[in-house]
């Protein structure tokens, strides 16, 4: 299914916007609010190919969340609609933070609050409503039922990045071995508007940053340089998402005393609590530190920093995943990829979705309710976050 190139800048800004606000419950949640908004409810997207877009992104480095909003809006609106799908999904948390790092929030009240909770267990039915979705399309014989349960052991075993990159390479190399097919032509025609001149000089761009700014931070001693050299770097060698990044991050800050090891960590406990990704804890901390540019320039510097590796090697990747995805052999790895993504995705519901969520039979009421509202009475994501936070709110005030 071809998707066409119809929508507008504003659309994108708007829908990526909402989901900056309301999409809790950490990377692989936010995939599931993806996933309702762009397959089930928009139908801009079909499950294969949605389900290879999250592969995609998966083994690249960076935040996955964020490069997947990134693609759907390249999809839909061209290099400015992923630029929109970007800002929209990121500027809300970032903003966030960087006002807590001025101090206008006391976020240790709130990181406890009884609606922040009741948002955490509705991640839990999103992300349900995602694997029960996607197990049903892309799990449809006994042999990827198999991948997808021994993947998620495997992540469960290994709770790191390199378990989850494990993952699809097995998955991978099992579809590519065993589940043959006919080959699906339309399969490959996803329609992304970027040249491969550009994804030539995106990939140029990475590797020739990664290389420079370590040398060029160190023969100026310009601290700007090297305030975007330790985020870019940061940025460029992780996989798995935030939480992955943080020592990273940590090393990279507090001992050269730009920041102070308690301010680090009150800034990742404000990070858990807002919507959206946790790259933009890059923020807190170039608005926090001591040095110049701090406040809020300092923070935009590092959240560009942050994000410009993976954005630059997801333009120098999708030009040439159309055609990639048309070859035969792609397509049955492909199969086992996909199959392998559910596995990831039943593992993260254990872990850290529910083992974070669900710690009394009150809990485990309101997210059925919240599981029944999605997935059998169709209401809005962004709704049912609405109804979750009240509902565990007001069993609070009741237990009180």
Not at 99 to 120: M, R
Not at 213 to 233: E, K, M, S
Request: with cysteine; proline share 6%.
């Amino acid at each position: 299914m071809a998707i066409e190139r119809r929508g507008s800048v504003a659309e994108v800004l708007r829908i990526f916007l909402r989901l900056g606000c309301t999409s809790f419950g950490g990377p692989i949640a936010h995939l599931g609010f993806y996933r309702a908004e762009f397959v089930e409810r928009r139908k801009w997207l079909g499950e294969e190919e949605y389900a290879d877009i999250v592969a995609l992104c998966q083994s690249l480095p960076g935040p996955a969340s964020s490069q997947v909003a990134a693609t759907i809006g390249i999809l839909r609106a061209g290099l400015p609609g992923g630029l929109a799908a970007w800002f929209g999904f990121t500027m809300p948390s970032a903003l966030a933070l960087i006002l807590f790092a001025y101090g206008v929030g006391d976020i240790g009240d709130v990181a406890q609050a009884a609606w922040l909770h009741g948002l955490k267990i509705v991640a839990v039915a999103v992300v349900a409503q995602a694997l029960w979705g996607m197990a049903r399309n892309l799990c449809p014989d006994r042999q990827r039922v198999t991948i997808a349960i021994c993947m998620a052991l495997l992540t469960l075993a290994v709770p790191s990045a390199f378990g989850q990159v494990a993952a699809i390479a097995i998955g991978a190399l099992i579809g590519w071995m065993f589940i043959k097919g006919p080959p699906k032509p339309a399969v490959g025609t996803l329609g992304f508007s970027l040249s491969r001149y550009l994804a030539i000089g995106a990939l140029i761009a990475f590797f020739a940053l990664l290389a420079i700014l370590p040398l060029a931070a160190a023969a100026t001693g310009n601290h700007v340089v090297q305030l975007i050299d330790r985020f870019y770097r940061a940025g460029s060698l992780v996989f798995g998402g935030g939480h992955v990044v943080l020592p990273l991050l940590q090393q990279a800050v507090v001992p050269p005393g730009w920041i102070g090891n308690d301010g680090f960590l009150a800034g990742y406990g404000a990070a858990q609590a807002v919507p959206g990704p946790l790259f933009t804890f890059a923020a807190y901390l170039g608005t926090a530190m001591t040095p110049q540019p701090n406040g809020w320039l300092g923070g935009l510097i590092c959240l560009v920093s942050i994000y410009l590796p993976s954005f630059l090697l997801l333009l120098g990747v999708l030009p040439f995943w159309d055609g990639l995805r048309r070859v035969e052999a792609i397509q049955a790895a492909l199969r086992g990829v996909n199959a392998a993504v559910v596995g990831l995705l039943l593992s993260a519901l254990y872990t850290p979705v529910w083992t974070s969520a669900i710690m009394t039979p009150a809990d485990f009421g309101i997210g059925l309710l919240a599981f029944l509202l999605l997935m059998f009475w169709r209401l809005p994501p962004w709704l049912v976050v609405i109804l979750g936070a009240a509902a565990a709110e007001a069993v609070s005030v009741v237990g009180a």
